[in-house]
C-alpha cells in the first residue's frame, strides 16, 4: 500500500496557518470576514502590506482589516486559522450573552460592532486587550458606572481579569471607584480623562523637544547631527505648546456651566 505523500504548503498557506479542508465560504460584501479572507489577510501582514493595500485587494474598508488583526494579536501574531475560531467563539459568545438594553438586533448589534470598533481604537493607543474592553464598556454605559459583576455579565469574562483591568486603570488615573446606596462598588471613568491623556502626551513631546536640545550641545553647534536635533527640538516644542494651550481652552469652553436666563 503506498504511502501519502506529505502536502508541501504553499507560502501563503503557510502563513495562513495551515490548509482549509471545510467548505468554500461565500465572502458577502459587508458582510464577515470569511476564513479565506482571513489567510490573505494573513499572508499579507507576513509580506509587510499596509492595512489599506490589503483591503483593497479584498474590497473591505481598511477598518475592517485594522480591527481585525489587532483583535486577533497584532501585525506578529496574527493567524487565520487561529483569528476565524476566535470570531466563532465570540460569536457563540453574544447569542448567550444577556441583552444590553431594550434596543432591535439590529440596533444590539451596531452597538456590539462600535464597543469592538473603539476597543480596537484604544488597544492601538497602547491599552491590553481586556483593560481597553473594560474601559469601552464603562464609556458607553448609559448609567455612567458599572459594577465588577456587571462587567463580568457584559464581558463574559472572569471576576479576575476584570479586577486586573480596573486595578490597571485605577493606576493609570483614568477611574475612580465609588460606593452606590446598597453599599457596592461602582467604577466610573474620570471626567476630564481625555484632558488628562492629552496633557500627558504634550509633556511626553515636550520631553522629547528637552532631550533633542540637550544633545544639540553635546554634539556641538553647527554639525550635520546638532542641526538635526535642533529641529526636532524646535518643532517638538512648538506641537507641545499648542496642544497645552488648546487643551487648557476646550477645558474651560467644556467645564462652562449654561449661563443663566
Same mark, same amino acid.
Given at each position: 500500500?503506498?504511502?501519502?505523500?506529505? $502536502?508541501?504548503?504553499?507560502?501563503?498557506?503557510? @502563513?495562513?496557518?495551515? +490548509?482549509?479542508?471545510?467548505?468554500?465560504?461565500?465572502? $458577502?460584501?459587508?458582510?464577515?470576514?470569511?476564513?479565506?479572507?482571513?489567510?490573505?489577510?494573513?499572508?499579507? $501582514?507576513?509580506?509587510?502590506?499596509? @492595512?489599506?493595500?490589503?483591503?483593497?485587494?479584498?474590497?473591505?474598508?481598511?477598518?475592517?482589516?485594522?480591527?481585525?488583526?489587532?483583535?486577533?494579536?497584532?501585525?506578529?501574531?496574527?493567524?487565520?486559522?487561529?483569528? &476565524?475560531?476566535?470570531?466563532?467563539?465570540?460569536? &457563540? /459568545? /453574544?447569542? &448567550?450573552?444577556?441583552?444590553?438594553?431594550?434596543?432591535?438586533?439590529?440596533?444590539?448589534?451596531?452597538?456590539?460592532?462600535?464597543?469592538?470598533?473603539?476597543?480596537?481604537?484604544?488597544?492601538?493607543?497602547?491599552?491590553?486587550?481586556?483593560?481597553?474592553? $473594560?474601559?469601552?464598556c464603562l464609556?458607553?454605559?448609559?448609567?455612567? %458606572?458599572?459594577?465588577? !459583576?456587571e462587567l463580568?455579565? &457584559?464581558?463574559?469574562? !472572569?471576576?479576575? %481579569?476584570? !479586577?486586573?483591568?480596573?486595578?490597571?486603570?485605577?493606576?493609570?488615573?483614568?477611574?475612580?471607584?465609588?460606593?452606590?446606596?446598597? /453599599?457596592?462598588?461602582?467604577?466610573?471613568v474620570n471626567?476630564?480623562?481625555? @484632558?488628562?491623556?492629552?496633557?500627558?502626551?504634550? =509633556?511626553? +513631546?515636550?520631553?522629547?523637544?528637552?532631550?533633542?536640545? =540637550?544633545?544639540?550641545?553635546?554634539?556641538?553647534?553647527?554639525?550635520?547631527?546638532?542641526?538635526?536635533?535642533?529641529?526636532?527640538?524646535?518643532? %517638538?516644542?512648538?506641537?507641545?505648546?499648542?496642544?497645552?494651550?488648546?487643551?487648557?481652552?476646550?477645558?474651560?469652553?467644556?467645564?462652562?456651566?449654561?449661563?443663566?436666563?
Open positions: 500500500m503506498d504511502r501519502e505523500q506529505p $502536502v508541501a504548503l504553499s507560502r501563503g498557506e503557510r @502563513y495562513a496557518g495551515g +490548509i482549509n479542508h471545510g467548505r468554500t465560504e461565500i465572502a $458577502v460584501p459587508g458582510g464577515r470576514l470569511t476564513q479565506q479572507e482571513r489567510q490573505q489577510i494573513a499572508l499579507g $501582514v507576513a509580506d509587510g502590506l499596509a @492595512y489599506a493595500e490589503i483591503a483593497r485587494r479584498l474590497d473591505r474598508p481598511t477598518s475592517t482589516i485594522t480591527r481585525e488583526v489587532m483583535r486577533n494579536g497584532g501585525p506578529t501574531a496574527y493567524r487565520a486559522d487561529l483569528a &476565524h475560531r476566535a470570531t466563532e467563539h465570540r460569536a &457563540h /459568545r /453574544r447569542r &448567550h450573552a444577556p441583552s444590553r438594553g431594550q434596543g432591535t438586533p439590529a440596533q444590539s448589534e451596531a452597538v456590539r460592532e462600535y464597543e469592538e470598533a473603539f476597543t480596537t481604537l484604544l488597544m492601538g493607543q497602547g491599552l491590553p486587550k481586556m483593560t481597553a474592553r $473594560v474601559l469601552t464609556f458607553t454605559a448609559d448609567a455612567g %458606572s458599572l459594577t465588577a !459583576s463580568v455579565r &457584559h464581558l463574559q469574562v !472572569s471576576p479576575a %481579569s476584570v !479586577s486586573k483591568a480596573i486595578a490597571f486603570l485605577e493606576g493609570q488615573g483614568l477611574l475612580r471607584r465609588e460606593r452606590d446606596e446598597r /453599599r457596592r462598588e461602582r467604577y466610573l471626567d476630564d480623562v481625555w @484632558y488628562q491623556s492629552t496633557i500627558a502626551g504634550a =509633556r511626553g +513631546i515636550a520631553q522629547v523637544a528637552e532631550t533633542a536640545r =540637550r544633545g544639540v550641545g553635546i554634539l556641538g553647534p553647527g554639525t550635520p547631527a546638532a542641526t538635526r536635533l535642533e529641529n526636532i527640538a524646535r518643532f %517638538s516644542d512648538f506641537i507641545s505648546q499648542s496642544i497645552l494651550r488648546a487643551a487648557e481652552q476646550v477645558r474651560d469652553i467644556l467645564h462652562t456651566g449654561p449661563e443663566a436666563g
